[in-house]
């Protein structure tokens, strides 16, 4: 089974930026496809992005233009740059590893955007 732990969140305010990592397991990283879902506190989970093994990318609409996926395969490793945050965007943030049709999922990381 595919372990993932997510780093990074924290608070920060209104227009400013964080970064997000994520650590995959697992010998096969590079197949891996990646991505980052959000869920704000009474809402439904939300797509932000993902990174396919090919490099590939796709955002949600909110956040399109703002961050950025990227995956370093020598480390195992998938970022979110994350731009010109809003109060709308805070949330927990979870990683997963889509592998071989099944999806691995970290515990989350907070991010909270306030003044």
């Known amino acids: 089974q595919v372990q993932v732990v997510e780093s990074g969140g924290g608070l920060v305010q209104p227009g400013g930026s964080l970064r997000l990592s994520c650590v995959a397991s697992?010998?096969?990283?590079?197949?891996?496809?990646m991505g980052w879902y959000r869920q704000a506190p009474g809402k439904e989970r939300e797509f932000v992005a993902r990174i396919t093994r090919s490099g590939s990318t796709n955002y949600g609409d909110s956040v399109k233009g703002r961050f950025t996926i990227s995956r370093d395969n020598a480390k195992n490793t998938v970022s979110l740059q994350m731009n010109s945050l809003q109060r709308e965007d805070t949330a927990v943030y979870s990683c997963y590893a889509g592998v071989s049709g099944r999806d691995s999922w970290g515990q989350g990381t907070q991010v909270t955007v306030s003044s």
């Open positions: 697992g010998r096969f990283f590079s197949s891996y496809t």
